[in-house]
């Protein structure tokens, strides 16, 4: 079947734009993650949604950070007035359940230069 | 602080040879291991995990060895192979918590023909 997938592949955007970064995640996976990794740094964690729960925003960097989910499938990150510091891979992970062992499939990632 | 830590950033290992590579955590609330691959241009791709009450799992050339007194992981890949070739991300996911998981920076691996 189809997996996680993400638009666009590359992002280029001048200092101070807004974007918008879509998620599709899987077909009936209940939660979706969004990490980013910056240059020769590990993932890490922005958001996490599950199901109707109020999602876990704990790893977004700054309020001009936002995303939502709508219908329970699609996902779109948000970045107001953007940083240089803001370019990164933006990568999205959907899973079939919540808790337990259950494993996190990602997406191609999103390639963000903020210039 | 990095809670996982992967102080390899690369390898390189001859084809047919065992590749080792090491993962230390600090964050003795994780209760769960993954190790991802990862190819250039794609996302991280599932390889192997473990729980914390384990101290080894197996699957295929890749087994996951777990030693929780020392907070220390590694994964092994015999015999290596060219494909195998790609970045390894060390995560973990802390107890009762959220489901996010915890990465390190990565290794490189290359395994030359």
């Known amino acids: 079947g189809a997996g996680v997938s993400q638009s666009p592949s590359n992002k280029v955007t001048e200092k101070g734009k807004d974007v918008e970064l879509r998620c599709d995640p899987i077909?009936?996976?209940?939660?979706l993650y969004w990490y980013r990794q910056s240059l020769g740094q590990g993932l890490e964690f922005l958001i996490y949604f599950q199901g109707n729960s109020a999602p876990d925003k704990s790893g977004l960097p700054s309020d001009r950070f936002s995303a939502e989910r709508t219908g329970g499938s699609v996902s779109t990150l948000t970045i107001q007035r953007t940083q240089q510091e803001d370019s990164a891979v933006y990568l999205c992970?959907?899973?079939?359940?919540?808790?337990?062992?259950?494993?996190?499939?990602f997406g191609p990632g999103t390639r963000l230069t903020v210039l | 602080d990095q809670q996982v830590k992967q102080n390899s950033p690369s390898l390189s290992v001859q084809e047919g040879r065992i590749s080792i590579l090491n993962c230390d955590y600090t964050n003795s609330m994780f209760d769960y291991f993954l190790w991802y691959k990862k190819y250039p241009a794609e996302g991280p791709t599932f390889l192997i995990s473990i729980s914390s009450i384990k101290d080894k799992n197996e699957d295929g050339r890749f087994t996951v060895f777990l030693n929780k007194s020392a907070k220390h992981l590694s994964l092994h890949i015999v015999p290596s192979q060219p494909g195998d070739s790609a970045v390894y991300f060390c995560a973990a996911r802390t107890q009762g918590g959220s489901e996010k998981l915890v990465f390190g920076k990565g290794t490189k691996l290359t395994v030359n023909p």
């Open positions: 077909s009936g996976h209940t939660a």
């Open positions: 992970a959907s899973s079939f359940l919540a808790g337990g062992a259950d494993t996190q499939y």
